[in-house]
C-alpha cells in the first residue's frame, strides 16, 4: 500500500509551500507537485489556490486533511500491529517543547528509548509551551512537553516531569522601579514597574492572578513568546519578568538578573509529557510513552 500522496498532501498542509514541503518528505518540488495533482484528479476538487507566490489550503482542502491525519494513523496502527512482537519497531514520532525543556529533560527520556527502540525515529521541534498542548490535540505533534493546565482536557494523557516553582526575576543592576521590599508588595511599589511577561500560557495566567490580588494592573513592557528571552530582556534591565525557576537554571544568562523573593510567592506549575488518550493505542507512541517514568 503507497501512502505517498496522502504524506506529501499532508506535508504540504502544514508548511503551504512546496520547497519545505518537499524537502520533508525527500523529493522534488516537481514530485511534490504531481501528487498533489493526482490527488485532486481522483477527488475532483481542488485542495489548495496556489500561485507562484502563495499556497492556501481551500475548505475542501481542510476536510481532507481531517480524513487524511486520520487514514494514516491508521494505517500506521495497523501496519505496526501486524508487524510480529519479535520484529522492532519503526516509525517516526515527534516531539514538541521549549528549548529549555530539550535541556532538561530530553536527555533522560530519550537516551535509553533510543538504545531500545533504535528503528524509531524522533523529530523535535521547540517553540513556545504556550503552544504544546494544542499542537497535540491538533494532531501536528506526537507528543510534548507542557505545563499541566488547570483542566487537563479529556483527550489527553500527561505524565508529570518536574514540578517548577515560578519566580519573579529582576536585573542584577539597580534600577528606580525594582520593588524595595519584595517581600511585603504594596500595589504602590508595583504599578509603575515594567513587566516582562510571557504572551500566553499558564505563567502569564499565574502572573495576571497575582497582580489581580494585589489590586494592580501590571504595566506591561513587552509580551514574549516562550519563556528563555524573558531572561535576556530581564538582564538588558528593561524590567521584571516571571520565568519559571527551571528556564532560569538553564539560560546563559542568569548571571544578569537575580531572583526576586516576592511574597506571596507565585504557584508553582507541574511540567509534564503529553500525548492524545486514543495515540496510545499505536505501539510506537506506547512504546515512548512506557517508557517515561512519572515523576
Ligand atoms: C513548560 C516548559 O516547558 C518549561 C520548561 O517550563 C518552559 O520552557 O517554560
Redesign the pocket.
Known amino acids: 500500500m503507497d501512502m505517498r500522496l496522502l504524506k506529501h498532501f499532508l506535508a504540504l498542509a502544514e508548511s503551504l509551500h512546496f520547497g519545505r514541503a518537499s524537502n520533508a518528505c525527500h523529493v522534488s518540488p516537481s514530485t511534490l507537485s504531481r501528487s498533489i495533482r493526482q490527488l485532486e484528479e481522483t477527488l475532483g476538487v481542488v485542495l489548495f489556490e496556489r500561485d507562484n507566490r502563495h499556497v492556501v489550503m481551500t475548505p475542501h482542502g481542510i476536510t481532507f486533511l481531517a480524513y487524511a491525519r486520520e487514514a494514516l494513523e491508521q494505517w500506521e496502527q495497523l501496519r505496526l500491529s501486524l508487524q510480529s512482537e519479535a520484529q522492532r519497531l519503526t516509525g517516526e514520532i515527534s516531539v514538541y517543547?521549549?528549548?529549555?525543556?530539550s535541556y532538561?529533560?530530553l536527555y533522560a527520556l530519550l537516551s535509553k528509548f533510543r538504545t531500545h527502540h533504535p528503528g524509531i525515529e524522533l523529530k523535535l521541534h521547540t517553540g513556545d509551551?504556550a503552544e504544546?498542548m494544542a499542537r497535540v490535540l491538533a494532531g501536528e505533534e506526537d507528543m510534548a512537553?507542557?505545563?499541566r493546565p488547570r483542566r487537563t482536557p479529556e483527550a489527553l494523557a500527561f505524565k508529570s516531569l518536574t514540578r517548577?516553582p515560578l519566580v519573579f526575576i529582576a536585573p542584577q543592576a539597580s534600577a528606580a522601579w525594582i520593588p524595595a521590599t519584595p517581600e511585603s508588595p504594596s500595589a504602590d511599589q508595583w504599578r509603575e514597574v515594567p513587566m516582562i511577561l510571557?504572551e500566553a500560557?499558564?505563567?502569564r495566567e499565574f502572573a495576571d492572578t497575582w497582580f489581580k490580588a494585589l489590586g494592580v494592573t501590571p504595566q506591561i513592557y513587552a509580551q514574549v513568546a516562550?519563556?528563555?528571552a524573558i531572561v535576556s530582556m530581564v538582564g538588558l534591565g528593561f524590567g521584571i519578568g516571571v520565568?519559571?525557576k527551571?528556564?532560569l537554571d538553564n539560560s546563559p544568562l542568569q548571571e544578569r538578573v537575580r531572583v526576586l523573593a516576592v511574597k506571596p510567592e507565585l504557584p508553582h506549575?507541574d511540567?509534564g509529557l503529553c500525548v492524545l488518550e486514543r495515540r496510545l493505542k499505536s505501539p510506537l507512541i506506547r512504546a515512548l510513552w512506557d517508557e517515561v517514568q512519572a515523576r
Open positions: 517543547c521549549s528549548v529549555t525543556a532538561s529533560f509551551p504544546a512537553i507542557t505545563p517548577a510571557s500560557g499558564l505563567s516562550g519563556h528563555e520565568v519559571p527551571i528556564v506549575y511540567v
